[in-house]
Each structure stands twice: as structure tokens, then as C-alpha cells.
């Protein structure tokens, strides 16, 4: 189980969410997606809507619904969905008095880990109790960075937190991996975070570098990941790279192909460019 998370808001976290989670499910791993983001972005990026008062992550945890009788399907056969909705805006008012209430995605997810390979939470910008209920049922955090000048400010107190719940409610927890986001070879910006986050995490950094194009922020407005809505776009195979990379750190049973020369070339230590391919 999978938490990608950071309280820093536009760092292409639910993009990387979504594509990832479509990336790895193509390659053959059964995957659940639990959208816990009360602006429900990863929900609307499958094309799925959640009528007023259905069922969503909402009921899950609020009202111990079991996550079976909320999740949705997709279009892709190996991927579901536990989708939100606005409802959860209040989930953390809710919970306040609830006993164990940081337990409760924990004992929710128990239910279902059998029946995929893979769980990802998409968190919500924020340090709250929604997002430390995602920590505590976590094995590994995923935090995504943006290749900009501000990427770096408030992933101390992240990791603090991290630190915190693995020290008090959550043994197992680790630090899965960073993605770097965003790039733009243009900016000798862009390469500056690119080697200040890689100095800092080392192998903890993944090898691919996610660039900046319009076709990943046109995807979400057709209900489709990327690797749907453009699976030969730049920013397609950024993510199929990126999934083989995590399948590859996770042990997951997918039949990963080999790597072209073109993403060879794109891939591994170096970032992408932005001319090398254009985005049909």
C-alpha cells in the first residue's frame, strides 16, 4: 500500500496518482486507487462521477462501509477505484471524537489487501487526519516534488510527520521513493532541483524525471490517464517508465517489456528533453 503524499498543493501528485496507478495496471497488476482527496480529482481523472450520498471513501470511513460495496471499475480491467466525494470535506470534523480514529482506513483496507497488488491513496494537500489515516494504513510514501524554486519548502515538516507516525502508530512505515515532477529543460532551474533532490535522497530518487507538457494537463479534462487519453505522448512514457520503476521496487508480478532506445534515452539518470519528442 502505497501513499503519495505531500501537503504542498500543484506538485502533480494526483496526476502522478492516476498515471501510475493506469501505468501498472496495463503491465498486469491489480490495482486499487482510494481517492482521498475531497476535491475528488483522482475520481474525475477515471471519468467517474459519485452522485450526492452514494457510495464513496466517505462512508468508508465515517460509517465502516466496507470498501467493496464503494469501489467502482474502470475501464481498465486490472483497476478500481474507492472514489470521492465533497462529503469528505467533513470527514475530519467527524472523526475528531471517534474512537481510533487514525485506525480506521487501516482496518477498512484489511479487508481487500489480498485482492490486489498494489493500493494507492491519493492524499489531500494537507498534514491533516485524512492524510495521517492514509500514513497509518501505509507501507511506503511516495511524495512527488515539482521541479521549481519552492518544491524543497515544507518537505521537512513532511517528513517529520512521516517519522512520527512510523515511530508511534505505524512500525512499518517507510519512505517508498521520490518523483520528480514537472520538469522543464528549458530552466536551469528545473536541473538545479533535479540535483539538489538527488544529492539529498539518493536511490530514494527515482531515475525518471517527469517533464511539463499540455497533453498530461489535457488529460483529466477527458475523464482519462494519460496513458489512455496519449499512450505515446512524452508524458505516457515518463509514467510507463516511471511504473516499471516502481513495479521493479515493489517485487510486482507484471511483465514489464524492455526499455526502446528512445526511452533509454529520455529515461535513467538524465532528464527528460523537450524537443526530442513532441506530444502528438
Do not use: W
Amino acid at each position: 500500500m502505497v501513499c503519495v503524499a505531500n501537503q504542498k498543493g500543484g506538485v502533480g501528485k494526483t496526476t502522478t496518482t492516476v498515471s501510475l496507478a493506469a501505468a501498472l495496471a496495463e503491465l498486469g497488476a491489480r490495482v486499487l486507487l482510494i481517492d482521498l482527496d475531497p476535491q475528488g480529482n483522482a475520481t474525475t481523472g477515471f471519468g467517474l462521477r459519485v452522485e450526492e450520498g452514494a457510495p464513496s471513501i466517505y462512508q468508508v470511513l465515517v460509517d465502516g462501509m466496507a470498501i467493496r460495496d464503494a469501489r467502482l471499475s474502470t475501464e481498465l480491467a486490472n483497476l478500481d477505484v474507492l472514489p470521492s466525494s465533497l462529503d469528505l470535506a467533513g470527514a475530519e470534523v467527524e472523526l475528531v471524537p471517534a474512537f481510533s480514529r487514525e485506525q480506521r482506513m487501516r482496518r477498512a483496507v484489511e479487508d481487500v489487501r489480498g485482492e490486489y497488488d498494489v493500493i494507492f491513496v491519493d492524499c489531500p494537500p494537507s498534514l491533516g487526519l485524512l492524510t495521517i489515516n492514509a500514513l497509518v494504513a501505509a507501507d511506503q510514501v511516495l511524495v512527488p516534488i515539482q521541479c521549481e524554486y519552492y518544491a524543497l519548502e515544507g518537505l521537512g515538516q513532511l517528513m517529520r510527520t512521516v517519522q512520527l507516525v512510523g515511530d508511534n502508530l505505524n512500525r512499518e512505515l517507510a519512505l517508498g521513493g521520490v518523483v520528480l515532477t514537472m520538469y522543464d529543460a528549458r530552466t536551469n532551474l528545473s536541473q538545479q532541483v533535479v540535483d539538489e533532490v538527488r544529492d539529498f535522497f539518493g536511490e530514494q530518487a527515482y531515475s525518471t524525471v517527469i517533464p511539463r507538457t499540455v497533453r498530461l494537463s489535457e488529460a483529466p479534462s477527458f475523464g482519462q490517464p494519460i496513458t489512455v487519453f496519449d499512450p505515446h505522448s512524452r508524458g505516457s512514457r515518463a509514467y510507463q517508465r516511471l511504473a516499471r520503476e516502481v513495479g521493479e521496487r515493489l517485487g510486482l508480478p507484471v511483465a514489464a517489456p524492455q526499455n526502446s532506445a528512445l526511452d533509454r534515452l529520455l529515461g535513467g539518470a538524465a532528464p527528460v528533453g523537450t524537443d526530442d519528442v513532441k506530444d502528438a
